[in-house]
């Protein structure tokens, strides 16, 4: 079956239309943003501070990460992301870098292995920043996807 070229140009715009709406839809589910708020409470063992946080940190379904938080009352000596269940201490997997202000952010080209991705899959990755205080963090939040 032979279509006219009006036809043509029609059904060849309804495609490019349709996979742009695809690749959009496969654009919108890959990245996870997670607002973060970390306070002493969710340490382990919990802190008492007044110290908090809050940002965004994103992980993409090709297990890059990007983000950053910022801290407010105290001065941070270090920060990462870490496995580790809510209520439970786990290895440091990402150094957050320090930049002014109490921003910490997380460094270009970071990337999860396949387990450390599972792990943040079922909630089991969080984020801290220690301080001179509380060498082992002062304040946490849960990475829940």
């Known amino acids: 079956m032979k279509l006219s ?3 043509s140009r029609v059904l060849s715009g309804r495609i ?7 690749l959009l839809a496969a654009a ?6 997670v607002k973060v708020a970390l306070t002493g409470a969710e340490e382990t063992p919990a802190v008492t501070t007044s110290a908090s946080g809050t ?22 000596t270090a920060a990462h992301i870490h496995t580790g269940a809510p209520g439970e201490s786990g290895p440091p997997i990402i150094t957050l870098t320090q930049g002014a202000d109490g921003t ?5 080209g ?16 969080y984020v801290n ?4 205080e509380h060498p082992p963090g002062e304040i946490r939040a849960q990475l829940k996807p």
């Open 5 to 7: 070229a009006g036809c």
């Open 16 to 22: 490019a239309v349709a996979a742009a709406g695809l």
């Open 28 to 33: 919108s589910v890959e990245a996870k943003d």
């Open 55 to 76: 940002g965004t940190i994103t992980v993409n379904e090709d297990k890059s990460v990007s983000g950053s938080i910022k801290t407010q009352g105290m001065k941070g």
């Open 104 to 108: 910490w952010t997380v460094p270009a």
């Open 110 to 125: 970071s990337k999860l292995t396949d387990e450390q991705y599972a792990s943040f899959k079922s909630g089991k990755l």
């Open 129 to 132: 920043v220690h301080s001179a």
